[in-house]
């Protein structure tokens, strides 16, 4: 095992992958208390237009997904911030247009040989330095508000009615959750793409929440079981050689089958 680490893109992708853990493992537990798991779905999905954007004027497609990314999260704030009911319709139409738009934008990018399995399934064993020192800035930044906004969130996510009254801003909160969020999910792409991070960010934060009793626990315990999935799923990926972002979210789902047969088993036993 320790052998891998004579390489470069080895060590990039070890250090990678526990800095996106930590940053998936706060910002998940947000997503799921708070029952923002299709929202996040939508987002990550729709930012593929912006990858065909990038691919197409020729900048950066994670920058263009980036944009896209944040300004879907716009849109779906203000169209759900007043009516969470409804909010898979309007999730749902703009996960497809922004699918649409990738794909058109694709076909018109004459000449292009970039690897787009890289943006949809992850490609943590080519992450540069660079982009592990951004994920790093992103990822204390994010600690950062959480800290300053910890009693605020905790209470937004379990009692919103309640936080209205006493004086929270629940709505700047909501958007700035929504915004975090998104860059979140550009940065996780990098490790295990747009269609898998949704499982990155739900499932140790369900497993997580089984076992916890406060959010910061929680949000600690995610941090540690995605981190257990992603070094777990990248060692499988180099002695198979297969694809690294998938082999990890195999190795989450087993965890969550396993965590969802032993709280299944607790109950029955309890009611025996």
């Known amino acids: 095992m320790w052998s891998a680490l004579q390489f470069e893109f080895m060590r990039n992708a070890l250090f990678a992958s526990i800095i996106i853990s930590i940053l998936c493992g706060i910002i998940g537990t947000l997503v799921v208390v708070n029952r923002l798991v299709f929202m996040t779905g939508g987002i990550a ?6 990858v065909g954007l990038g691919l197409y004027t020729g900048i950066s497609p994670f920058l263009g997904a980036g944009i896209f990314a944040v300004l879907n999260a716009i849109i779906m704030g203000l169209a759900t911030v007043k009516d969470r009911d409804r909010a898979d319709t309007v999730i749902g139409v703009l996960w ?8 058109i934008f694709v076909d018109l990018t004459r000449g292009y040989n970039v690897n787009l399995m890289s943006y949809l399934f992850g490609s943590i064993l080519s992450i540069s330095k660079k982009e592990i020192y951004v994920s790093a800035f992103f990822t204390i ?3 950062g508000w959480v800290y300053l906004f910890y009693k605020e969130l905790l209470a937004i996510s379990y009692d919103e009615e309640f936080s209205y009254v006493i004086g929270i801003p ?4 909501y958007f700035l959750t929504l915004i975090f969020t998104a860059i979140s999910v550009i940065i996780a792409m990098r490790m295990v793409g747009l269609i898998l991070v949704i499982a990155l960010m739900s499932i140790p934060p369900y497993i997580a929440e089984n076992y916890t009793s406060s959010f910061a626990k929680m949000m600690a315990l995610s941090s540690v079981f995605a981190m257990f999935f992603s070094i777990s799923g990248l060692w499988i990926s ?3 050689n297969i694809s690294a972002g998938a082999s990890i979210i195999v190795v989450a789902g087993v965890g969550f089958f396993i965590s969802y047969l032993l709280r299944a088993f607790k109950k029955r036993k309890r009611w025996v």
């Open 45 to 50: 999905h729709s930012a593929y237009g912006g």
């Open 141 to 143: 930044l994010l600690i």
């Open 238 to 240: 180099y002695y198979f």
């Open 96 to 103: 497809a247009i922004g699918m649409a738009i990738g794909i």
């Open 170 to 173: 629940v709505i700047p909160l």
